[in-house]
């Protein structure tokens, strides 16, 4: 079945640090991809996307991009803030939305 | 934005015992309702699906009788635990959706049974 496998935290970086981590998937077809973020006491938010081989989704400094030949969705931010400080989800949907496991990410000032 | 009220954040409870939690969309209507769970270190992982006035479709492993999902208004999803065991303490997470709004996750709710 569809699976996802990110990277395992917790991570923790200093302000302006580069971050990437780490997503790869496992579906039978062409799935859509999706980065989700859960603050503190909140909800899973929607991060970005990305629906096709190549899309490239972007939101707030945070891109990944779909890499249909690596099977890969890796998130990178160029310079992280303490308020980026949340758990990380990547997912897939086909027939339904699955998850990976979460990344803890801490950005220390 | 779309979202989803979920009560209570944290609740911890005696073993045997019962523990409703329960889902509320804010501004739109939910036709569906997902229920996920997450032990520690685990993915989150579909328990049920349901839709508004229907009987939920429970995935594979997931007892029915154990877990009871009530979606009988657009607006409100309840996830009842009944006779809660250690076991069963983990992290429950409901995401509503609807045509043309997205997955919508509520907060999350940490049971800890005792």
């Known amino acids: 079945g569809d699976s996802v496998t990110q990277m395992e935290g917790p991570v923790t970086l200093s302000e302006e640090a580069f971050l990437t981590i780490n997503c790869t998937y496992t579906a039978t077809g062409y799935p859509s991809l999706f980065w989700y973020v859960q603050y503190p006491g909140e909800g899973l938010q929607l991060l970005l996307k990305?629906?096709?081989?190549?899309d490239k989704g972007s939101n707030k400094g945070f891109e990944a991009t779909y890499r249909k030949e690596t099977t890969s969705f890796h998130l990178e931010k160029g310079s992280v803030q303490v308020s980026d400080s949340a758990v990380y989800f990547c997912?897939?949907?086909?027939?339904?939305?699955?998850f990976g496991k979460g990344t803890k990410l801490t950005v220390n000032p | 934005g779309a979202v989803v009220s979920q009560h209570p954040s944290r609740v911890i409870c005696k073993s045997g015992t019962s523990v409703k939690i329960e889902c509320r969309s804010l501004d739109f209507q939910a036709t569906t309702m997902f229920w996920y769970r997450q032990f520690p270190k685990q993915s989150l992982m579909l328990m049920a699906t349901s839709n508004e006035g229907s009987k939920a479709t429970y995935e594979q492993g997931v007892e029915k009788d154990k877990f009871l999902i009530n979606h009988a208004s657009l607006t409100l999803s309840t996830l009842t635990v009944t006779s809660a065991h250690p076991e069963d303490s983990s992290f429950y997470i409901c995401s509503g959706t609807s045509q043309g709004v997205g997955y919508t996750f509520g907060s999350g709710t940490r049971l800890t049974v005792v």
């Open positions: 997912a897939l949907i086909e027939e339904k939305l699955v």
């Open positions: 990305a629906t096709k081989a190549d």
